[in-house]
């Protein structure tokens, strides 16, 4: 029974914690830390029978009992924990991104890879029941060698304005995701990135330069391309849709809709909406994902998102920025 | 917190058990009680952190720590469990059927309605999303009245012939869900019933009169008829949908699918195949009927399957084993 | 260059000459006689070139250069106009039903077969794009042995009451299209019938004893089993789907719909709805079945739908009624 | 009844001509020309019943019989005869596109005007039945503005190289019908293009400078944004997919298919694949288009796709050639 240490116990952090104490076989959650505990946040601890509740998040690094963490605390701190869970010898899960600036990202890969411990980021969409199985098929090699990858990523809603000041930016803040699965169904590294976007929803977000539309074209080094965009806006839910145009044929897969029923009337024919956001699209996704984490730990095997990807989306993003910023296909190489 | 002792620890008994540890709300399990207790069942027991394990019923009964028992027992012991449960004022959830025979059924209803407990019949396909959602619709009023009720209800794979010996045969075994069903969807009582079957998969079925395909037709109070067909071998996996064709229009489902992938080739476009068997299609029902029993005891509110509806499922069951082996439409005024 | 004369000007007759003129390979229309002319259907024989426009049937018989008439005129006539053209020894495209008396209906036949020349009858849904498809791949014993047919056929709205009154009935109206279709997906005769039917629509039709809903099951000599259902009141458009479940699997059809367009919004996802009625469903049928029955005696080969399966879906809706009537299942042979 | 007169009877040519001759109302072919005239067209224009069947296009011309011609024949060859249509007061169909040289194209296109001649240039895929409802839809205004256009635009297999020599490339060749798609769909001019392209098929084409999969991105002056992806090779068949995305939602369609016919087996779930090619995808919409043609001059009303459309097309398929050799984004500004 692996035992974990949770730092930060926001609403990504409560939503592991109880995948953990429900779902997730092999682990159990031992300690919690978060520098702003408030009195919700300790009743949810104690509902899930976690004893060691603190605000120093310290108390997790030196507790000898703790074989893992799992860093759920704002992006701002990812490295500094993630850098003391591998000083202290604990297997590390991290939410993404490691770290906005890519040095950084470099040097915590570092410490864990020093410290022999294992390093996995959270790109959750990987462990999708159908992104992944798109993966799959692709990296099985029936469909012949990818072509085309294309993902359509659009929210139902944008977050508040005050987050999109400090998200940094429609391409490193959501796109990452996409930039994350496009390598995930490629199997391949990004060499080139062009990325346009236009404000088509809220005027108000020009103030922080930022965009709510967005378009990116990325080239691979086999030899594939392949095209992501997304939105801040799908009235109709979260539009999550993969495919893979190979040699042989393509590979894709559809929204997860609401329901399967089907209403026929004089006036129309209406199926279901995709699932509202990520919390319902994903809702598998994320205990699958610790699950993979915890056996990985368990059987000494490799886990399924390393650092290396977590540095490679960031690198991609950043190509990203200065392509929408200068109009020119950015290729990665410039920014290594 | 309800408490809840478990009759039968089964692979039924152990699916409610797992479900009420991990994701049934406001309940636990106490106590377990299965006369042919095995090692594998205390394990399994010990790691849901269950103390009281028996071999003797009474023990359950006799425990006024336990608030409701789930009868997940043998067919034939059904009705004295129930009738013990009321007794010791227990809330009772029963697995379907509560018996075979309808005098006893009533019986055992009459003995949970005197001891003023709630009784709830575990036909569990009410709760899938799908079909739930298509008997909401149909209830709301605004598809106007229905017309006629279609159930496609196929096996992948029939039970072992030792089974089939001691089943009561397809009408009684398998297609009472079904009737139960259309029930529920068209809102309104059965009254006549027309039964027709073949034995088209395994001939060594010919031994017990019973048949492997059939065909049901059901005539409402309402005005509505219906079609109900069965087979007990469907290759590609459980075929579940229901339709309601109404007065302005119609509600249908489709099957739950293993996944939303797409492969288009040279050769063929693929889908997803049906999810497998009712343990993977009925997954979360099994969880909302649970926690539906215990929400309805918990807010003294009305539960969502009654003993009538485990009545009138046996009723009809009865009609169509008649109406098949006399080739005539049977009204229900009949046997009762 | 085949030459073909029509008997009976009206809906179905014009829409094959139409066909005839614009569509169909290695036929032109030479002839038409009605003995109910109106100017316009002068004008449109006209406007399609046709010289010989009569008010006499006669003419057709009589004409040597006619190799084959199209028997389109109402339902009383058709035996008649048969046997009045096998005499003459034209090829015979009638549509359906030869007759609604199956003694006559075999005298027709007959003349047919000792004048020896072809005849066939208009079961147009033999030629739908899809129904063909799901016929030919269980006809390929691909699937293994059926055990289920399953058809689905609604009307989106009912014929005025002065029809219906006339129609013979929703068993011998409509649903003889679907015993044809059964017949023909399963490949055997049907054994035994079992019908039942509700006036939910429009009370009116009482008076004629008749009803707006119905369904049948249906036996066949090959051991599968089969069910009907028929509706006066598919709002959202023509409904025919059909179904065919065998010992490898399940072949089925959905409806053509009148675009493949989805709007999501926030309010609803909608596709489109079926296609009106058969003229629009059954449009490039109606083609395919006369280049059929030209080809068939081009290539003097057999012609697709014949005089005997003419004559089996008329007893078989003799079965469905008398089963109604009764409340038992009828066999073939008690009418035969 | 208008009177076409047919320049280039090759494989479009006689497809427009049996449309004409079969389907399109209130039109007859008068002529034909064609400069490489073989016995087969010969043929072929004696079977429809055109009389007049030339080698010399001056023929066409100098008719005064013909009202209008239709232009089939080789690219090279269009404006030239578009010029002498034009001045010989001859409404005009143009097969796209009106030349590669967009002086050429604007100074075809002021003859026609100064004529006072209709011009219609070919882009046939906006007679779609689905593309067009999609652009319907988005036109109305229902949808809100519209953020995103999304085209997939795949064929099933590539032309032979010695056609890539002449084709002027892939985004002139083949995106070209996407672009005008494009500005269909979005209502609204293209201001910027980014295109990327790779040889992912077959090696050869490097010697032409050209390559089989691309992508490019589009801006609009309403500020919508805009991607399509090409692949000459897509094994299951003509992969044309449109999709807008709105401030309301999106509207998209599906592939047209072979069939409805859905197959489920042990094995696999597969229903059909997508029509083959242009031919048989954009059947009815070659009708469509011509009809429309007919109807805009008996009516007297606008052409539904002008010249000016025929111009920007190709400027936009420049501004990508540009693009892609760049490896920046062309504003088509800088070419006008």
Known sequence: MLKLGMLGAGRIGRLHGDNVAKLVKGAKLEAIADPYLTPDMKQW??????????????????????DAVLICSSTD?????????AAAKKHI??????????????????????????????????????????????????????HIVKITSRDPEG????YVKVSGGIFTDMMVHDFDMARFLVGSEVT?????GEICIDPDIAQYN???????????????????????????GY?????????KGSVMDENNLENNVKISTGESVTVAKPTWFFLERYNEAFVKEVQDFVDAIENNTEVPVTGHDGLMSIYIAQAANLSFKEKRTVALSELM
Chains 1, 2, 3, 4 share one sequence.
């Open 93 to 146: 899960f991290c939410e993404k991104p490691i770290d906005l600036d890519t040095d950084r990202i470099k040097e915590a890969i570092k410490a864990a890879d020093d410290a022999g411990v294992k390093l996995m980021v959270g790109f959750v969409r990987r462990f999708d029941r159908d992104h992944n199985k798109v993966g799959e098929i692709v990296a099985s090699g029936k469909m012949g060698k990818p």
């Open 77 to 85: 701190t990812h490295a500094e924990f993630l850098m003391k869970a």
């Open 192 to 196: 080139e990135v062009t990325a346009m």
């Open 159 to 162: 977050p508040p304005l005050s």
């Open 45 to 66: 601890a104690n509902d899930l029978g976690v004893q060691k509740v603190y605000t120093d998040p310290e108390e997790i690094f030196k507790d000898s009992e703790i």
């Open 239 to 247: 539009d999550q849709r993969v495919e893979v145009h190979c040699d």
């Open 210 to 236: 930022d965009v709510d539309t967005a378009i990116a074209t990325l080239r691979f080094a086999n030899g594939a391309i392949g095209v992501i965009d997304v939105s801040r806006a799908a009235r109709y």
